[in-house]
């Protein structure tokens, strides 16, 4: 028997060719108790809108698991399966090679179907990224793992995360009169380093929800080209970061247009900014990170002295990586301006 009747393939996913363009059908809709504002469900609904019907959605613990499936209640309209808080890699994995043995075996009609595994940066950037990692070495099997990144363990009341940025108030960070700075570790770089230690993963992105349909051709493309891919989303949290929920739109944006948070992608091992990062690659200036720290609650204890700090670090990953925003690896001739 030919491979191709049994293995599941790739469905072919061509981008959304502007907004009007983009389907109108709904897999994630209402039935869901996230906070008002929440990016987070904004990206399960694009990110299902842009796989389609024929895809399985599993997610690990997290706002995303538990304000989505309160007792009788879901959004979801394709099939859906909670995940231990660290397992969305073994999920992914687990579940892709499940569908290709039962095609294989017949007890399956071949057809392709879209695998899509996300979870919180707590459950995917740190507790569960050796089961990522070992999930983008096998390339016989095709899923996307989504990390949403709203830089704390948020469903438990906003602890931080290797995710959580430089300085952040979380309830594991209170800044005190004797101490202002508790977080003192930059944030890790999550996608860089998945992308640029996984040579059999074919496609790694950032994305953000501000730019909704980058976001679901991203998807598209990674559904598209197949084996295990990874895509790390954005996502502002008006409970977690403390603002107004109307802002967080604006505040994606501004997360891009900082440079704080550089919007590419990694096809093949070909490394291309999008959108308004790249036209700061190409010498647009990068807004103050101030314009976006200050809007946020979690910074409001922040002096002159946490911006100045901040802004150096990102216009270091600027001015001084060997791919801007992407891989933290510096020419010496860098290193010594
Ligand atoms: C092994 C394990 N440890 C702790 C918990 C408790 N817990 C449930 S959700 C959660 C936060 C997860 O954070 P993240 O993955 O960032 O998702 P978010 O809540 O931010 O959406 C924690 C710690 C758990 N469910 N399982
Ligand atoms: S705490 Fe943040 S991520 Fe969780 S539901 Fe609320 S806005 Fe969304
Ligand atoms: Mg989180």
């Given at each position: 028997m030919a491979e191709t009747t049994f293995t599941n393939a790739p469905q072919i996913l061509e981008p959304f060719k502007g907004v009007k363009r983009v389907t109108l059908e709904e897999y994630f809709t209402s039935g869901h108790r996230t906070c008002q504002g929440c990016e987070s469900a904004l990206v399960m609904k694009l990110m299902v809108k842009a796989s389609g019907p024929r895809t399985i959605v599993l997610g690990s613990t997290g706002c995303m698991y538990?304000?989505?499936t309160t007792y009788y209640t879901t959004p979801w309209v394709v099939p859906w399966m909670h995940t231990q808080l660290g397992s969305s890699g073994s999920a992914a994995l687990g579940t892709a090679a499940g569908l290709k043995a039962l095609m294989k075996k017949g007890r399956m009609r071949a057809e392709p179907i879209n695998v899509i595994a996300f979870c919180g940066d707590g459950g995917g950037a740190d507790m569960g990224l050796g089961a990522i990692s070992?999930?983008?070495?096998?390339?016989?099997?095709?899923?996307?793992?989504?990390?949403?990144?709203?830089e704390s363990y948020a469903n438990t009341d906003i602890q931080l995360s290797g995710s959580t940025p430089y300085g952040a108030n979380t309830t594991f960070s209170p800044p005190g009169s004797v101490k202002r700075i508790i977080h003192t570790r930059w944030k890790k770089n999550t996608a860089g380093m998945l992308a640029a230690g996984h040579p059999e993963c074919r496609y790694v992105a950032t994305v953000c929800a501000s730019y909704a349909v980058e976001m679901m051709n991203k998807v598209r493309r990674a559904l598209t080209i197949g084996g295990p891919t990874f895509i790390h989303s954005l996502d502002p949290c008006p409970k977690g970061w403390d603002y107004d929920p109307m802002l967080s739109h604006e505040l994606g944006e501004l997360a891009v247009e900082t440079g704080i948070f550089p919007l590419?992608?990694?096809?093949?091992g070909v490394v291309r900014h999008y959108g308004k990062t790249k036209a700061i690659v190409e010498g647009r200036p990068r807004k103050p990170v101030r314009e976006y720290l200050l809007k946020q609650g979690r910074f409001a204890h922040f002096t002159e002295e946490d911006l100045g700090y901040f802004q150096a670090k990102v216009d270091e990953m600027w001015d001084k990586w060997e791919i801007p925003g992407v891989i933290p690896f510096w020419k010496e001739s860098a290193a010594k301006k």
């Open positions: 538990v304000a989505n070992a999930t983008l070495t096998h390339k016989e099997y095709n899923s996307l793992i989504l990390l949403y990144d709203n590419y992608e990694v096809e093949d």
